[in-house]
């Protein structure tokens, strides 16, 4: 099993940065991909960004150029950091990492991101 411990969430005025952070433990030997998803009330979940072990990034097109992946394969942890954020951004987000073989997915339990205008 892998545990996904989330960090970072919070409260932020329209405008602001906020960094989350996710630790990966247990058995993390074959971790792939590892990946930022979140969950607004009412909404489905939505991919916000995704990273390879190899580096190869992902992002979906309303989180380019403001959020940014990346990833410390050493202490498998994951991190986004999130710019001009706005109070659409509000949201649960979740970590997310998924193995190379057969695909098994682990989730975190989230963080409550919350912007206000």
């Known amino acids: 099993q892998v545990q996904l411990v989330e960090s970072g969430g919070g409260l932020v005025q329209a405008g602001g940065s906020l960094r989350l952070s996710c630790a990966a433990s247990g058995r993390t030997a074959g971790i792939d991909v590892m990946g930022w998803y979140r969950q607004a009330p009412g909404k489905q979940r939505e991919s916000v960004a995704t990273?390879?072990?190899?580096?190869?990034?992902n992002y979906t097109d309303s989180m380019k150029g403001r959020f940014t992946i990346s990833r410390d394969n050493a202490k498998n942890t994951v991190f986004v950091q999130m710019n001009s954020l706005k109070p659409e951004d509000t949201a649960v987000y979740y970590c997310?990492?998924?193995?190379?073989?057969?695909?098994?997915?682990?989730w975190g339990q989230g963080t409550q991101v919350t912007v206000s205008s």
């Open positions: 997310y990492a998924k193995r190379f073989v057969y695909g098994t997915e682990y």
């Open positions: 990273i390879s072990r190899g580096g190869n990034i």
